[in-house]
């Protein structure tokens, strides 16, 4: 059972969109600068916006200052349905798994080494001197899960990381975690 948020706009006009968005063959970028187009001629400006932001956020692996600052404000008043259809990378989701043998997947795996990263007053966070965006240290799926979701990159230990993370060989791996692939398949089935 999908969470109510998220089964109102499956029912909405904008339902063929919103399931491009979740085909992984399409090519992202044009889809979502064609339904950014759509999303302002129907007068959504605000949410034609947030939608580029998102886009650049993942072409780039982040945002500058004044990019953050409007997404975090414009984030507040979009509708959580909407976002969690349209926002990629920033949820760990089990698909019907149990707790404990959920495993977190990455949509972008860091080729930088926890050791590598700059450390901070706290232990368990540390600095990217390549994008310069804080590395949270999580030691459970829960943890990566709440991180994630806050747009954080992490780091955690290989053995919480999906099988196809853990053969890179490395204990600890750092990056973007990925939930896209589940969703789809908890939205529209395997088909």
């Avoid at 930088?112 to 001197?129: G, K, T």
């Avoid at 853990?166 to 088909?191: A, C, Y």
Wanted: net charge neutral.
């Amino acid at each position: 059972m999908l969470p109510e948020r998220i089964e109102s706009w499956l029912n909405s006009s904008e339902r063929g969109w919103l399931k491009q968005l979740q085909i992984p063959a399409v090519d992202q970028a044009q889809i979502r600068g064609e339904y950014a187009q759509w999303l302002l001629s129907a007068g959504h400006t605000w949410r034609a916006r947030v939608l580029v932001l998102e886009q650049t956020l993942f072409e780039r692996g982040w945002l500058d200052e004044g990019e953050r600052a409007e997404l975090a404000t414009m984030r507040r008043d979009v509708d959580p349905g909407w976002w969690a259809l349209i926002w990629r990378g920033r949820r760990i989701y089990g698909c019907g798994e149990s707790r404990s043998s959920m495993r977190v997947r990455f949509r972008y795996l860091c080729p930088m080494s926890w050791a590598a990263l700059a450390p901070s007053e706290d232990a368990s966070v540390r600095s990217c001197v390549q994008c310069h965006e804080r590395v949270y240290r999580c030691d459970s799926v829960d943890e990566a899960a709440m991180h994630a979701q806050a747009g954080h990159c992490v780091a955690l230990p290989a053995a919480l990381a999906s099988e196809t993370e853990r053969q890179s060989g490395r204990r600890i791996l750092v990056g973007r975690p990925d939930w896209d692939e589940m969703l789809v398949r908890q939205i529209f089935g395997d088909g």
